[in-house]
């Protein structure tokens, strides 16, 4: 069938839904996408900016490594305005960390990750705030993004492939007719009225709140709102991202944003991702283990204190550091017998662009599309141009 005869609606304006509507849109479908809250309102305006290289999984879950690491190197190409490629260290500050530094050394091998070696003397020379007890650093092609920038990035280039974009627009139900999920019943938060879009297909981004969306079709998705704590303090002390030598683990990693150092994160799981209460003892976590890398971190003003939840795929009884940090789209009419609905969660926003190519394989073979996804090599329009198309 034509492509733009078909019609799909997303549902989630963060880094998942924005990549989803782009994909969808440069295949030539006509995609609305509907948000509750402001672009990047979610999770993911509100994360650790951090454009994994994947060193953080590259021994324990390196299918999130290889993801990573292959996303980074796309997004360097297709979004250069929306990042910063400032690298990262892994620095070694204990004994023990020197012990990792070789399992490390052999994930980044397996996982392709391209790395470097550095004595302690050449780290502190390059980052003058790393701690004394520094006993080495491995280089790594981290990076920092703008988490709300590069949404509306993908969203200001799918707008200009005929997308239509309605934030503070939320959905309260979902038409289901016959066993198919037809159109969604939306409330508009700005002129507070209510009213319908049909469709063909509905597309469930809406992360750590899928699971409530996915409920209107009296479906289950197993996601597990897992929140991490951050903390983010006056003035930049690194110039790289400063990771700890240590299989991932809470505490273990300042990102510099702008003007700001960012410490993280922890993680446990919740039910309700919209009020999530800031645990003190975690917030302490974070200083005393970001200062252990970066010393005047315990010395300086916090600008302010956050707390989001992680989309993740798996079951709330798991060990939280446990669950996989990939993806996975579910058809729903394979799994559950709905037709026209499809759950894509889990990920990074640093997978947003595979996450979002493979939903529109799906949806695309679902609909009878044949068309291929081009993102991979379509540079994006600039944020910049989000208003104005
Ligand atoms: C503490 C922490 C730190 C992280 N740090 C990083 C990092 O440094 N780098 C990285 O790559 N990843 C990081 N992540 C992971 C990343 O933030 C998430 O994987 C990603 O943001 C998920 O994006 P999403 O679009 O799936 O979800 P969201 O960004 O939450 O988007 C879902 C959207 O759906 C909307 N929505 C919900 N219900 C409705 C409704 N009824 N109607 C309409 N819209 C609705 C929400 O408002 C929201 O905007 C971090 C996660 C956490 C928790």
Redesign the pocket.
């Known amino acids: 069938m034509s492509a733009e005869r078909l019609s799909v609606v997303v549902?989630?304006?963060?880094?998942?839904?924005a990549a989803v509507a782009h994909d969808l849109a440069l295949r030539g479908l006509a995609v609305t996408v509907?948000?509750?809250?402001a672009i990047?309102?979610?999770?993911?305006g509100r994360?650790?900016?951090?454009l994994?290289s994947g060193g953080r999984y590259c021994v324990k879950d390196q299918e999130s490594a290889v993801e990573c690491i292959e996303e980074n190197m796309i997004l360097r190409e297709i979004m250069p305005h929306s990042l910063e490629l400032n690298d990262g260290f892994f620095v070694a500050v204990s004994d023990s960390d020197m012990d990792y530094m070789r399992k490390f050394l052999e994930g980044c091998e397996a996982c392709e990750i391209p790395y470097k070696q550095l004595t302690a003397d050449e780290a502190r020379q390059q980052e003058p705030y790393l701690s004394e007890n520094t006993l080495a650093a491995v280089a790594v092609p981290d990076g920092v993004f703008e988490p709300q920038r590069m949404c509306m990035a993908f969203l200001a280039t799918a707008k200009k492939n005929n997308a239509v974009v309605k934030p503070f627009?939320?959905?309260v139900g979902l038409h289901v007719t016959g066993g198919r999920v037809h159109g969604v019943r939306v409330w508009d938060r700005i002129s507070l009225t209510e009213y319908d879009i049909d469709t063909d297909l509905v597309v469930n981004?809406?992360?750590?709140?899928a699971e409530?969306?996915s409920a209107m079709a009296n479906v289950d998705v197993p996601v597990v709102p897992t929140?991490?704590v951050?903390v983010s303090m006056t003035g930049r002390y690194a110039h790289k991202v400063i990771n700890r030598l240590n299989v991932s683990s809470d505490g273990d990693i300042v990102v510099p944003q702008r003007e700001t150092s960012i410490i993280?994160?922890s993680s446990w799981t919740v039910d309700n991702p919209d009020y999530i209460e800031i645990l003190e003892d975690h917030v302490q976590m974070m200083y005393d283990r970001g200062s252990e890398m970066v010393p005047i971190l315990n010395k300086v003003e916090p600008r302010g204190i956050f707390v989001?939840?992680?989309?993740l795929i798996g079951s709330a009884s798991e060990d939280e550091r446990e669950i996989a940090r990939t993806f996975q789209c579910f058809d729903h009419a394979q799994r559950d017998n709905v037709e026209g609905f499809v759950t894509i969660?889990g990920?990074?926003?640093?997978t947003a662009r595979a996450m979002g190519e493979t939903t529109a394989d799906v949806v695309c073979a679902k609909l009878g599309v044949d068309e291929p996804c081009r993102t991979k090599t379509t540079r994006l329009l600039s944020y910049r141009a989000f208003y104005r198309i």
């Open positions: 549902i989630g304006a963060g880094s998942t839904g509907v948000e509750r809250g990047a309102s979610g999770t993911t994360n650790h900016c951090l994994h627009t939320e959905v981004a809406a992360g750590p709140w409530e969306i929140p991490g951050m993280g994160t989001v939840a992680r989309p969660a990920g990074k926003t640093t």
